[in-house]
Structure formats: C-alpha cells, structure tokens
C-alpha cells in the first residue's frame, strides 16, 4: 500500500455555517457536507460533523476502486514537542480552550501572554480583573 497522502478534509468558515472539503494533493477540491454555526458549537454534533465528512471521503474513494487508510492528526503536538503541554488547556472541553489549544499550536505562541499561574491569560481559568496604574501614565515602558 503507498503511503502518499492523497488529500485533506478542509473546513471553511461562512456566514452562516462550516463547510467541509476533500482537498486533494493536486489542489481541487470537492464539497462534502455543511453544518449550521449554532450546530458546530456543539462538541458532539462538532465530532459528528468531522466523522460523517471522513465516511463520506472514503466512501469516494473507495467506490472508486481504491483502497485507503484514513490518518487522523493528533489534537495536541507530541509532549517532547510541546513546550505548553503541561497545560490544563489541551485537555479542557471549553470553547475558549479551544482558542487556546490554536493559539498554543501557531507561530504567535512565543507571544502568549501568561498570567502569574503560568496559564495563558485567555485561559478559562484566568479571570483578568483590570489593569492599574497612575491616572494618565502607561504602565509599562514604550517599546522602542
């Protein structure tokens, strides 16, 4: 069997739903099936969403002749990888969380704020109450 990756499920945002697509390595893409935006915020119907877009891929693929091993990436990098996993955030079932968990897996994750827990500040966890300092003064230096 090659080990080649053929493809990609890809969601795409709209205005008013999410929208999967098998995006193949050659760059074409076909739709697979939408889901409401109220509907995509439910975990499960989330989960379900994902699952019924990968049936309906194989399903192609395999009326098509083909044989295919479906490989799911991890949610979260390897630990030795990850210098956030300690992190309560990858295993936490919120909505913001999931902000987070994006955050913490993109280029700008060397510039996450942290609050003095050592949690990001936009953690569920953190409750930031205000910033304080001398009326009409910045509370931090100018950066130059």
């Not at 795409?12 to 074409?28: I, N, R």
């Not at 975990?43 to 994902?50: D, N, P, T, W, Y």
Request: one cysteine or more.
């Amino acid at each position: 069997m090659s080990e080649n990756k053929i493809g990609d499920v890809v969601v795409v945002k709209t205005e008013t739903q999410q929208q999967a697509f098998y995006k193949l390595a050659d760059g074409t893409s076909a739709f697979l099936c939408a889901i409401a935006l109220d509907d995509y915020e439910n975990v499960v119907l989330r989960q379900q969403f994902f699952q019924f877009a990968s049936e309906i891929v194989l399903a192609r693929i395999r009326a098509s002749g083909s044989n295919v091993r479906l490989v799911q990436r991890d949610t979260a990098p390897p630990p030795d990888a990850n210098l956030n996993a300690h992190l309560p955030c990858w295993t936490c079932t919120s909505l913001i969380a999931e902000d987070v968990r994006g955050l913490l897996r993109s280029s700008a994750a060397s510039d996450i704020h942290l609050s003095p827990s050592g949690l990001p500040m936009n953690c569920c966890r953190v409750s930031a109450v205000g910033n304080f300092g001398p009326a009409g003064k910045l509370t931090h230096a100018p950066v130059r």
